[in-house]
């Protein structure tokens, strides 16, 4: 596909510059030369763009990787994954780490790191970020009794209705299944207290629950892989 713009691109050029005089002329074995150059010489400066943006990416992630490991993460974890995680929703959370609406103590590292983004900065790592494989989980709780009490909470608080998808969410709205369980429990307790407060809705929600359902709910998310 770009070979084929490139050699459109070269055309027009020619046409431009008069090399083409007619257009029932046919091209000239010396002028169809000229634009298989001129196309190649244009998919190489594509080509070069596109791998020096792809190396600057992976440098900018690269500071990300060494707490968000891209590996197996463990269930006791309170960093959570988001490779993978949904574009728009990974945008708002740097977004409000740098404006101070994400402002819980536990968010202090985030908060630095986004500092000195800009908005194109933001946007670029969102968009990496999702596109990566979610990576495993483990281990996932076998406790019976509390996975049904963690199905129950979230059938009654109406989880679904956002995290949809079989819990993986769709843009602004996270995928929350198959997540560290100790990072829901904590995310959970952050909106229940107010230290956390970029979502009204997720606020009201937890303060609904006790600390044995936010534990129920946390352990059955992270089962639904």
Known sequence: ?????????????????????????????????????????L??????AN????QAIEQKVAVCKACHLPGTLQSSSVIPNFWGQSEGYIYIQLR????GARNAPEDAAMRGFVATM??????????????????K??????????????AYATALG??????????????????IG?????????????????????????SDLARTLDDGDIDAVAAYLNAAQ
């Open 158 to 175: 109406g989880c679904v209705g956002c995290h949809f998808n079989d819990w993986k969410g769709f843009s602004a709205n996270p995928r």
């Open 118 to 135: 800009s908005e194109a900065d933001m946007l670029e790592m969102a968009k990496y970020a999702s596109t990566q494989p979610w990576p």
């Open 178 to 202: 198959d997540q560290s369980s100790a990072y829901l429990a904590l995310t959970f307790r952050q909106f229940r207290s107010g230290a956390r407060a970029n979502s009204p809705g997720m």
């Open 1 to 41: 596909m770009l070979l084929r713009r490139a050699i459109q691109l070269s055309i027009c050029s020619e046409h431009r510059t008069g090399l083409t005089k007619s257009p029932n002329a046919r091209p000239q074995p010396l002028m169809l030369k000229t634009f298989a150059g001129s196309a190649l010489l």
């Open 137 to 150: 989980v483990e281990p996932i709780s076998s406790d019976a009794a509390l996975l049904k009490r963690g």
């Open 51 to 54: 791998a020096a943006e792809a």
């Open 96 to 99: 409000d780490f740098k404006s």
């Open 43 to 48: 998919l190489a400066g594509f080509a070069g």
